[in-house]
């Protein structure tokens, strides 16, 4: 089977109601994301920070996969299918696809701040302060910040540089080292992005971009896919 990388961005959740980062410029209460998301964030507005992403989190247990979600899912049947998400939500997993690598962290899981590789998968929306794991520390969400490291960044590399497809979808391609995985992808391999408002993207061989809403691009891509297999 053909490997197909998926690389999916805020845009991909759009139309199941979650908000992109960038489009409504990206503020949350008057704060930058990266003001909200960042170590610095949380050691000075703890409260501000769980607030943040508690919204998020309520906001994820009453939305659902779109029609781009679930036509990927379809793709699992001609394809060796891996999706790089930036995105912390698990809409990929709900519409069924099976290998979801999530850049940034997961929204649903929290952590240990003394001990990261205690990590709890919530069955609520909400992350109080003096919420602890079981070593005693508190619990913080399980999101990469701005500032820290990507941890996965390293596997992600591994699987794009081996791609034979790549999908790029609903991302502004404008936070690093994510935007710069498309280009470890082969020179050989065809690639797509899809997005309203695609970026203007420069040195990358093989491109074709599509100017359309994940909804109505990715199922019209994915039919054409299993088309040409
Ligand atoms: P952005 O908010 O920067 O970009 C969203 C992209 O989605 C834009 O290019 C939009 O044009 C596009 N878009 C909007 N509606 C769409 C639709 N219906 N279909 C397809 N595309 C659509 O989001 P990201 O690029 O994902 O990091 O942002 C990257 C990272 O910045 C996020 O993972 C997050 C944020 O800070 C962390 O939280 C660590």
């Known amino acids: 089977m053909k490997k197909l990388v998926v690389l999916s961005g805020a845009g991909m959740s759009a139309e199941s109601g979650v908000s992109t980062f960038r489009d409504s410029n ?9 003001e909200v998301a960042s170590p610095i964030a949380w050691q000075n507005n703890p409260g501000m920070v769980l607030e943040f992403y508690n919204q998020r989190r309520k906001q994820l247990f009453e939305v659902e996969p779109n029609a781009g979600h679930l036509a990927l899912v379809k793709l699992e049947e001609k394809y060796d299918v891996q999706i790089v998400t930036q ?47 079981e070593k005693g520390s508190q619990l913080r969400p399980h999101i990469v910040w701005f ?11 591994e699987i794009i540089s081996e791609a034979d497809f790549v999908l790029v979808i609903g991302t502004s391609m404008v936070v690093y080292p994510a935007a710069g995985l498309i280009g470890y992808a082969p020179e050989s ?14 040195g990358i061989s093989n491109l074709t971009v599509i100017k359309e809403k994940a909804g109505d691009g990715v199922p019209r891509l994915v039919d054409e896919l299993l088309v040409d297999v």
């Open 189 to 202: 391999s065809l690639k797509y992005y899809i997005d309203p408002k695609a970026f203007p993207v420069s």
């Open 147 to 157: 500032g820290e490291g990507v941890p996965l960044i390293g596997i992600a590399t």
């Open 87 to 133: 995105n912390v939500d698990d809409l990929h997993e709900r519409a069924g696809s099976t290998n979801v690598l999530h850049l940034h962290g997961e929204l649903k899981k929290v952590r240990s701040t003394i001990d990261s590789s205690l990590v709890y998968t919530l069955d609520h929306w909400e992350l109080k302060w003096g919420d602890k794991c």
């Open 26 to 34: 990206g503020l949350w209460q008057n704060h930058r994301i990266e």
